[in-house]
């Protein structure tokens, strides 16, 4: 295609220069006149970058904010790769990723200059601070679909390296434009749309959203940083569209009860995804968004969104993530590559019109993640009687405990039932006599402390016996990254050879 994402937040910009497109919670306002004249003068700061060994990369360390957005539109209109990085990570791990995608600029903000001075030092990388970059106050209008810049790469995201060095999966411009078409298509994405962001713009899927926004006509709210009382704020008041993980579900929820539970009129549409939640939760945020299509939406980095459900009350199931969306094949594989029929476990695939275009700079992961023309996701699902899929586990989070398969979702899903738990992970740990323990990580409910007994007794009357934990440890937080999802390797590390 000749249109890339940036111009088609152009021809925007030309359409309705005055239209308000970017507002940043206590800072910055941009009409979209305005946000243009910025991805011009980002453009022209990075659009100078030396060629590495994977090509022009630019890695853009920025905190939340109008910049951190249009940091991408400015890659595209510039020619140049987007690598976005991770604010939250040390300098060593934001050198991996300068380091692996060979990105010789870093554009960055004063928040994160010393880290990136001492990155860039390392890896002959030049730094641009986002500050000294002036707007200028008028731009010549652009022209639009001259090249075709389709199969170019776009943007890099490196996965979130839950085992050993994350991988960039790499995503073309003709790629990543055509799933933000088939994100506005699925979630009823409109020009009318106040779409809150809440979550890391250097996490794809929000930036993505918030540029589908940006296609559309809509206005974006940038959150800096997340806080539950000014989100229950913001859709209580204005904001209309937003996507949460259930870690944000939860607090937002927290508040709103604690305020009584009044009324959420703004909101009108919710998804959820990013880590499973419990029914519950589900059950709260359609009580609490009354006016808004609570969603759920599963995929992941490098096979993109995949299913799609609108939640209702009649037909709620837990682990359910709807059915497979527009331009997806889904299906569920037994090891030995065989489709799974209807209630067997096997590992989601899908081949899909968007899904990325491979690791950067390494074929052999490029090619493991694909089996029989699908990319393969590394989750357990299990599709039902009326087409809609559950995922179940990671293949790798799965436990075998004395030969028989136990499902850590099913697990947590039961232990997120019990009065006094407001999360839980389950883990497997080595056991000389079972294989692997099943083994819970709760974190109490209001101050509460469950007797370890007692939840056990709770689960041993929901669950069979070899899914019932053997071991339950109490935790003050569960350890997350970015997008919410429970790390538990490092669980695991901080539980083994730990006696219980």
């Known amino acids: 295609m000749h249109l890339t994402i940036a111009e088609s937040v152009a021809a925007r910009a030309l359409a309705h220069p005055d239209r308000p497109a970017i ?22 700061a990075v659009g100078a970058v030396e060629p ?15 910049d951190a957005l249009l940091a991408y539109l400015a890659c595209q209109w510039a020619g140049v790769t987007a690598v976005p990085v991770n604010t939250r990570l040390a300098a060593p791990e934001v050198g991996f990723i300068v380091g692996d995608s060979g990105a010789r600029l870093i554009l960055t903000d004063r928040t994160y200059a010393e880290v990136a001075a001492t990155v860039a030092a390392e890896h ?27 199969a170019m790469p776009c943007v890099v995201g490196y996965t979130s390296g839950t085992t050993g060095f994350p991988k960039g999966a790499l ?47 809509a206005r974006v709210r940038i959150m800096p940083a997340f806080d539950p009382a000014a989100a229950l704020d913001e859709l209580t008041g204005s904001c209309t569209f937003a996507f949460l993980v259930p870690s944000m579900t939860g607090m937002i929820a927290q ?22 939640g419990p029914l519950s939760l589900t059950q709260t945020a359609m009580r609490m968004f009354g006016n808004a299509k609570v969603c759920e939406a599963y995929g992941w980095t490098e096979g993109g969104w995949v299913t799609f459900e609108v939640k209702r009350p009649e037909t709620l ?50 090619q493991a993640a694909w089996r029989n023309g699908y990319v393969m996701s590394g989750d357990i699902g299990i599709w039902q009687a009326d087409g809609r899929l559950c995922i179940v586990d990671r293949k790798k989070d799965m436990i075998i405990s004395g030969g028989e398969n136990v499902y850590t979702a099913e697990v947590e899903r039961v232990l997120h039932e019990h009065p006094g738990v407001l999360e839980a992970a389950v883990v497997g740990l080595p056991d000389a006599r079972w294989g692997e323990q099943v083994t819970a990580v709760i974190v109490a409910r209001n101050g509460a402390k469950p007797d370890p007994a007692g939840v056990q007794a709770f689960c041993r009357e929901r669950l069979a016996g070899y899914k019932v934990p053997r071991r339950i440890e109490l935790v003050a937080e569960l350890p997350r990254n970015p997008m919410g999802k429970v790390q538990k390797f490092r669980i695991v590390e901080s539980l083994s050879g730990r006696d219980p």
């Not at 507002?23 to 022209?44: K, M, S």
């Not at 106040?194 to 930036?207: I, R, T």
């Open 317 to 366: 199931l837990a682990h359910s993530v709807g059915w497979p969306t527009f331009g997806n094949e889904v299906g569920v594989f037994a090891d030995d590559g065989r489709p799974c029929a209807v209630g067997e476990a096997g590992e989601v695939g899908v081949k899909s019109v968007t899904h990325f275009d491979g690791y950067l700079g390494r074929p052999e992961a490029t």
């Open 255 to 276: 508040e709103w009860q604690r305020r009584g539970e009044p009324a959420v009129p703004a909101m009108r549409f919710m998804i959820s995804s990013g880590a499973p």
């Open 23 to 44: 507002e940043v919670l206590g800072g910055t306002t941009l009409t979209y006149g305005q946000a243009w004249r910025r991805v011009v003068a980002l453009a022209d």
């Open 52 to 66: 590495g060994p994977q090509g022009r990369m630019v890695a853009v360390l920025l905190g939340n904010g109008a």
């Open 171 to 217: 995503y073309s411009n003709d790629h990543y434009l055509t799933a933000l078409m088939r994100w506005g298509w699925e979630f009823g994405l409109t020009g009318d749309h106040l779409m809150l962001v809440p979550g890391p713009l250097f996490h794809l899927s929000y930036a993505g959203l918030s540029m589908a926004a940006l296609c559309i006509g």
């Open 124 to 150: 002959r990388a030049r730094v641009v601070l986002a500050e000294d970059i002036a707007t200028p106050a008028a731009v010549s209008p652009p022209v639009l679909a001259v090249q075709d810049r389709g």
